[in-house]
């Protein structure tokens, strides 16, 4: 598989892809100064939901280590919140940008009414009952 974009979002083969780009040279990426990129996610230790083809991104994502190789600024904000919920982005990066929730009604119903469950073919066993577990949580 040839991939000429240095930021893939597929976690199955994003790790080989960046083991590719590290070993062709260092790249340099410019961004426009009014553009912020940020990701979400959870406090802590990312592995009791990393993927075989993670290892070694435990501690910190590879969306992470792709910016900082990249020399790409990334804020990434983070909750302490679990059980985690996909839609506590919309209220992490309102409070990041001082941004009135009463300006985005619509997000605010759907993340109070919205529960994200990983559905795909590479969940294991764990992972199954994990999410098992969790949905058990909001019964």
Same mark, same amino acid.
């Given at each position: 598989?040839? @991939? ?16 590719? /780009?590290?070993? =062709? ?9 009014? /553009? ?8 802590? $230790?990312?592995?009791?939901?990393? @993927? ?5 991104? *435990? ?5 992470? *280590? ?5 020399? /790409? &600024? /990334?804020?990434?904000?983070?909750? &302490? ?18 941004? &009135?929730?009463? !300006?985005?009604? =619509? ?5 109070? !009414? ?9 969940? $294991? ?15």
């Amino acid at each position: 598989m040839d @991939i000429e974009q240095p930021i893939i979002h597929d976690r199955h083969i994003v790790k080989e892809q960046f083991q590719k /780009l590290k070993a =062709n040279g260092k790249l340099k990426f410019k961004k426009p100064d009014n /553009l912020t990129i940020a990701t979400c996610r959870n406090s802590g $230790t990312l592995e009791d939901r990393i @993927i075989p083809h993670l290892s070694g991104y *435990e501690q910190t994502s590879i969306l992470e *280590e792709n910016m900082k190789y990249l020399e /790409l &600024d /990334l804020v990434v904000l983070r909750d &302490d919140r679990l059980p985690w919920r996909n839609t506590f982005k919309f209220e992490i990066l309102h409070n990041y940008l001082n941004l &009135d929730k009463n !300006l985005f009604p =619509n997000s605010e119903m759907v993340s109070k !009414l919205t529960v994200s469950i990983p559905f795909h073919n590479a969940l $294991t066993n764990n992972e199954l009952n994990h999410i098992k577990k969790a949905l058990l949580y909001f019964k």
